[in-house]
């Protein structure tokens, strides 16, 4: 029991530590987090340990937003002081999975931070380099037709693509397809407007891919 509770104990020193080596002597402040800890370190002596566990978890429920530096030191600190990744997901209210990371991004990189931003959402089936060879493809063939745009960037891939995905690609690039606008006719005959609608619709079948000025 004894041993557990000064577990408790280093965790919290350990933290508060870290917490200050991240922010800096001349740049720290107390935040209320930090008072937490500190009434928790002041109490020791006479609350049982699962007082302040409790105490920890209040301090650090973080589910649904990311972690400041002060709660990553505490994740560092515990896993420093040897408390094991499920105890310190417990501890900090945080997922086995945040834990891991935050451990390993300190390990890794020097730093606890584990940076969220461009890791929201799917990721693009199509990355730059296959970006910039599509564009090089369209500017080398201004006459092929989506199909064979979409052929050519599935050369060569593990996972081929579909032509709504390089269509999406090539909108995003500024390219768009040509369609031939059918013009009057001389005569007005509904026979001359009807072929010329037909040719239209040909040349829009036969797609050519262009960007716009």
């Known amino acids: 029991m004894i041993l557990r509770h000064f577990n408790v104990v280093l965790v919290i020193l350990f933290s508060v530590l870290f917490y200050i080596t991240l922010a800096g002597f001349e740049s720290y402040s107390v935040s209320p987090q930090s008072c937490s800890i500190t009434s928790a370190l002041k109490s020791t002596a006479t609350q049982p340990e699962e007082d302040l566990e409790q105490i920890l978890r209040g301090a650090l429920m973080v589910r649904g937003r990311d972690l400041s530096d002060f709660e990553r030191g505490v994740i560092v600190g515990a896993r420093m002081a040897g408390v094991s990744v499920t105890k310190a997901a417990q501890l900090t209210g945080v997922s086995i999975g945040t834990v891991t990371k935050v451990t390993a991004a300190y390990k890794t990189q020097g730093k606890s931070s584990v940076s969220r931003v ?15 060879a599509l564009v090089q493809f369209v500017k080398k063939n201004r006459s092929a037709t989506l199909a064979q745009v979409t052929e050519s960037v599935n050369a060569g891939r593990s996972h081929s693509v579909s032509a709504r995905t390089v269509r999406r690609q090539l909108h995003r690039e500024g390219y768009y397809k040509e369609v031939t606008v059918p013009r ?16 239209g619709h040909s040349d829009d079948v036969a797609t050519t891919v262009d960007q716009t000025s």
């Open 184 to 199: 009057a006719s001389a005569t007005g005959s509904p026979e001359d407007c009807g072929n010329r609608e037909a040719e």
């Open 118 to 132: 461009g890791n929201c959402g799917r990721q693009r089936s199509l990355g730059e380099h296959d970006a910039r």
